[in-house]
């Protein structure tokens, strides 16, 4: 009984994996069709592409195309990803130092 | 737990190491993969690398929280200070005010280098301090 009962999850196991590999190998086949289609069907896509690929080290002064855009013409962007970290960060000292003497009041 | 004489030695001979690709990463984030994300990053997990293989109290004694909650802010701090210096120099929020190089060495690229440096000690900082609270190093 118990054999069986270990056989029978283990075929489970074996279902459970390879359709979660399904679905990993098909949602990327998908998004690899999308990546694919997308600078044919999008030309405006294609012009920014080609404009900052062209333009990026002159404006900002980074090599490094992806520090061209999130320091140069997304900076603002960044600035507001530090701010969630900050206050990602103050949200962990509140919370993680409110049993240790903080809440005198009672 | 109990802290070996092997994990202590390691992590002493280790973290430096970690510390030092952390901020190579930092200072190359306009020139190779990488930036001040990944970078701080690195260098806060050299201290969390410290925090785990030793006594708490020898890692909070070389960064001290209150120092580790003044970079932090400071760092916001210079990275709007530079945005505010650049509308008033040239204009724009956090446009581009000081002279642009070939942007092939590392200093030699406008203020980029300075964002990248500010987000770097930012996040390192940050990073550090929740792990200091979250494991109850202090």
């Known amino acids: 009984m118990t054999v069986r009962n270990r056989h029978g999850s283990v075929w489970k196991k074996v279902v459970a994996s390879s359709l979660l590999l399904f679905l990993v190998a098909a949602t990327g086949v998908l998004f690899l069709d999308a990546y694919r289609a997308a600078p044919a069907s999008n030309p405006e896509a294609r012009t920014e592409k080609r404009y900052i690929v062209d333009n990026a080290k002159r404006e900002t002064g980074a090599e490094n195309l992806v520090t061209s855009i999130y320091l140069g013409y997304r900076a603002f962007d960044t600035l507001g990803e530090t701010i969630v970290l900050l206050m990602a960060v103050a949200g962990v000292v509140r919370l993680a130092s409110a049993g240790s003497g903080v809440r005198k009041k009672p | 737990m109990r802290k070996t004489d092997i994990l202590d030695?390691?992590?002493?001979?280790?973290?430096?190491?970690?510390?030092?690709?952390?901020?190579?990463?930092?200072?190359?984030?306009?020139?190779?993969?990488?930036?001040?994300?990944?970078?701080?990053?690195?260098?806060?997990?050299?201290?969390?690398?410290?925090?785990?293989?030793?006594?708490?109290?020898?890692?909070?004694?070389?960064?001290?929280?209150?120092?580790?909650?003044?970079?932090?802010?400071?760092?916001?701090?210079?990275?709007?200070s530079v945005g505010i210096v650049g509308l008033l120099a040239a204009g724009a929020f956090l446009s581009v005010f000081l002279p642009l190089g070939s942007g092939t060495t590392v200093l030699d690229s406008g203020f980029i280098f300075v964002l990248n440096l500010v987000i770097g000690v930012k996040v390192g900082a940050g990073i550090t301090l929740i792990c200091f609270h979250i494991l109850e190093a202090h």
């Open chain 2, 9 to 80: 030695v390691m992590s002493r001979k280790l973290a430096p190491f970690v510390m030092l690709f952390g901020f190579y990463l930092v200072a190359n984030g306009h020139l190779s993969p990488g930036g001040g994300f990944q970078g701080g990053v690195v260098i806060a997990s050299a201290v969390i690398l410290l925090l785990l293989a030793q006594e708490a109290g020898s890692v909070t004694t070389s960064f001290p929280l209150t120092a580790l909650s003044v970079a932090e802010s400071a760092a916001l701090f210079v990275f709007i």
